[in-house]
């Protein structure tokens, strides 16, 4: 692990508040991946918290440490000092710091397939944040926390009016009537930049839906830009009791290989 | 201002993720008011989070250096550093630092009350989070941007279902039909240290209300374990249009000098 300038003064609105952005992005020999649309998350997250959005020379400076090979980068930008209690600064001088770390990908649940459950946790609604990749991640860390079972990949979390969102630190797709479907953002969760890159690309639906919607999906997928994208073959209830299984097929591979195109991460092979 | 130890690692899950809490603690000559309060508040805040609980001697630790009069103690307490993501360490070492501020408070805002105002932004209701004094401060950041006019001392929040809640940074009471009454906190907000030591005292209904209430309100406050009690005299909307106003009686001054005696404060005498 790397990283920049040291680490946060006591008086860092991100540290007092969670005032401020992050993006993890992945990098290979030095080259960020899907770079267009972590900028362009970064701008709306400045946008609707009122933080300058910093040249994109700075976010880019720690690309020329990154070095060979796959690399996460975490930028984390805060509204840097000042401010009275919650009010902020009438003229906020942002705080840029990153971390480098060495990535290995998860390359048997590309291959094999992920068990997923249910949180218990449903996420607050919150419009003026949702989509963005903001500091006040709780909610996520309470719905990590949730289970400590290996074999359990992720975690599925609804709303506070159980609609489907995503997962703790993915988003989630599936295809349904042949359609393929992913949870709308308006609300709460992350907006992923793969998810962005996927919509760009393939006709995904944005959708208000339950997880009866998951029971009825000929496929289900979590993806996200560092880990790719992983076939879900198993999902749980909160209690850890099976609801539903898929076997992996031909249908899994295609939405996978159109990710891993993007993040130049191989299509395994089949099993 | 002066503090403890530094600031915060690039690592630290507080800055990273806001996964932790604080506590802000008025000191009359270096001994803490609602001490007590404070302490519970944390205890149960570590619980909800599995945030190991510091001895009460670290946390009193600070109160040596406070010196005389009037200071404001600020502790953060954050999970530390480590996990994988948002999954929080098995065995987390929490991470302490603490801020001493002099305090002078807004005497003119006890004598002649306040003007506030309904903000926009509506708090996400999490169940899991609220009550809580954590890190995830953003939604009163935002609602504290939402207006720059001096004369407001304070905007007011609903949940997003319209229900009264609280202020962006002090509990909100009322007195209707002679009965005294304070939004419930089950679903969102923050359970103030002076509010809890007041219903401890005093017969204070916990109601779900929305802010018609306020209309039909014989007299308003604002309070937290720092300012003291401010009466409220005008409501605006969110467009700055005036709703109600309320004019000063010895009604509001007998909930203020019930609180003001808990903190040491002088009741103002009547304009």
Redesign the interface.
Known sequence: ?R?GQ??????????????GL?ETVLLRDGSPLLWDEHLARLVRGCHA??IPMPAERELAAPLAEAGPGLVVLKL?LT?GSGGR????P?SPEPRL?W?LATFVPAENRWREGVRVRHCR??????P??AGLK????????????EW?DEGVAEGLLCD?DGRLVEA??MNLFWQRDGRLETPRLDR?GVAGTLREALRERLSIAEVEAGPEALIAAEAVWLGNSVQGIWPVVRLDDADGVERQRWSLAPLHRGFQAEAHRLLGYPLPDPT
């Open positions: 692990m990283d040291g680490g946060w003064p006591l008086d860092d609105r991100g540290a007092a508040y969670g005032d992050f918290l009122g984390i509204r209690g919650y009010r902020p009438a710091r971390q946790l449903r996420l607050g609604i919150q003026a944040l903001h500091l006040n991640r709780l909610e996520n860390v309470l719905a990590r926390s400590d506070s703790t630190a709460c």
